[in-house]
Nanobody
Framework: QVQLVESGGGLVQPGGSTRLSCAAS????????MGWYRQAPGKQRELVAG???????NYDDSVKGRFTISRDNAKNTVYLQMNSLTPEDTAVYYC??????????????WGQGTQVTVSS
């Protein structure tokens, strides 16, 4: 069993910053790619940023230069630093991870989601 637990988010003023964290725990052998997705009301879930275990990153064009994804492999934790936030960034943010468990089985896991609201 693998769990992803997110923290951070909340209400942020336009132009402000916040940081999301997501820790993977449980029967883990290795954590491969980790990422953040978001889903705004009435829209499909979309990839925001991803990072491999080696540190290679990719970003959606809408967040390039404003968001930074990073990870601590020793803690199986991924972070999303979000700067220069706009109301268009308002969404539920979900952590995602591809994990190989101690039985050697690879699975795709999701966090419970954390709300980020950008508003004055």
């Amino acid at each position: 069993q693998v769990q992803l637990v997110e923290s951070g988010g909340g209400l942020v003023q336009p132009g402000g910053s916040t940081r999301l964290s997501c820790a993977a725990s449980g029967s883990i052998f290795s954590v491969n790619i980790m990422g953040w997705y978001r889903q705004a009301p009435g829209k499909q879930r979309e990839l925001v940023a991803g990072i491999t275990s080696g540190g290679t990153t990719n970003y959606d064009d809408s967040v390039k230069g404003r968001f930074t994804i990073s990870r601590d492999n020793a803690k199986n934790t991924v972070y999303l630093q979000m700067n220069s936030l706009t109301p268009e960034d308002t969404a539920v943010y979900y952590c995602n991870a591809v994990v190989v468990n101690r039985l050697g089985i690879r699975g795709n896991y999701w966090g419970q989601g954390t709300q980020v609201t950008v508003s004055s």
